[in-house]
């Protein structure tokens, strides 16, 4: 295979690692939105409550929305820890900082004009390991 055609080979490989950077990265922006607000949900509620329970002596009635407030925000956390959405979006700014990396790594090597076929195919070959390693514990 001649030089020409594995530079193309690694200008398409980083067109991929640049698409999967921007997958990952949206993806991390989109579940970091939802566990800031829901983080917001749960503040607010906590803070209901607690405004409640100190207003309670004077205004019986609002013990039971103090109640509600925390039963609330109780059920909130819990659905928060279970749908592990910390985890997924530690995971996914992982992955796209590691693709985002692997983008570069391949924008240096193109750049550089005295290398051999011999070395290209090895930095294809080795490139084409980082991809599997990164598919191998990115999610979904």
Excluded: W
């Amino acid at each position: 295979m001649p030089i020409k055609d594995k530079i193309e080979a690694l200008k398409k490989i980083k067109a991929e690692c640049k698409n999967n950077y921007r997958q990952y990265a949206n993806r991390y922006k989109r579940l970091k939105k939802y566990d800031n607000i829901i983080d917001l949900t749960t503040s607010i509620l906590n803070a209901s409550s607690i405004t409640l329970i100190l207003s309670t002596p004077a205004i019986p009635p609002l013990f039971i929305a103090s109640a509600v407030c925390s039963g609330v925000q109780f059920v909130v956390c819990r659905v928060q820890d279970k749908m592990k959405i910390k985890d997924k979006y530690s995971q996914y700014l992982t992955t796209a900082n590691q693709y985002y990396s692997l983008m570069n790594e391949i924008l240096i090597v193109l750049h550089k004009n005295h290398l051999s076929n011999e070395e290209y195919q090895s930095y294809i070959e080795e490139v084409t390991d980082k991809i599997n390693l990164i598919r191998d514990t990115q999610i979904l």
